[in-house]
């Protein structure tokens, strides 16, 4: 069974530039999350989607936003790219079960570099 | 707001010796705790996780402490190896549904030495 794919798994950007990032999780899950990874903050919680609707979302600007698709592939998109945007962003995706957190299965994320 | 605290922030071991790194919550509504290891270059991959109504489970080398009155939980790796040497996160979650979000804790580099 594949694992979480995610791509690219390196880019640079400059500021003020935007990115999108995506994800394709493993094959039945429909619960896609994000999370930004960075050596400061640790691993952030920035939106959650299942079966198409964003269930849940971070405390992150509006610049950051996402989306997914009706086969539970997902995007997300960070738009006029700040330095601090420079992170490890880690897709992970779950078989939800209700009343029953699913095991999160995370991907090996995308590095992106703000110049 | 950082609602799960994890110390230490990193932890060298003997070879052969117990790991112990502790976390801390203050949401009271978290019922799933589990625990996180990553090795340089990959994503994070569930370890063993417990929920609140056991105060122990054991995996192998790895065992989950619970405490709920204290809101306070470890990971205890016995007999320490080499390739356990990772970055480990605590995290905690709700786990009603819509609400299964995880907060981590910021992380442990754990160095095992011969």
């Known amino acids: 069974k594949a694992g979480v794919t995610q791509t690219p798994r390196y880019l640079i950007k400059t500021r003020g530039q935007q990115v999108t990032l995506s994800c394709s999780p493993i094959s039945g899950h429909r619960s896609v999350s994000w999370y930004q990874q960075t050596p400061g903050q640790g691993l952030q919680f920035l939106f959650e989607y299942f079966s198409e609707t964003q269930r849940n979302k971070g405390n992150f600007p509006g610049r950051f936003s996402g989306r997914q698709f009706s086969n539970s592939r997902s995007e997300m998109n960070v738009s006029t790219l700040e330095l601090g945007d420079s992170a490890l962003y880690l897709c992970?995706?779950?078989?939800?079960?209700?009343?029953?957190?699913?095991?999160?299965?995370f991907g090996e994320g995308s590095r992106l570099t703000v110049l | 707001q950082q609602q799960v605290k994890q110390s230490p922030q990193s932890l060298i071991v003997q070879k052969g010796g117990i790991s112990i790194i502790n976390c801390a919550y203050e949401n009271t509504a978290f019922d799933y705790f589990p625990w996180y290891q990553q090795f340089p270059g990959k994503g994070p991959a569930l370890l063993i996780a417990?929920?609140?109504?056991?105060s122990e489970k054991k995996e192998g080398r790895f065992t989950i402490s619970f405490n709920k009155s204290a809101k306070q939980f470890s990971l205890h790796i016995m007999d320490s190896q080499p390739g356990d040497s990772a970055t480990y996160f605590c995290a905690a979650s709700r786990s009603n549904f819509g609400n299964e979000k995880l907060t981590f804790g910021t992380g442990t580099r754990l160095t095992i030495i011969p």
């Open positions: 992970a995706s779950s078989l939800i079960i209700t009343g029953n957190t699913g095991e999160l299965f």
């Open positions: 417990i929920r609140p109504d056991v």
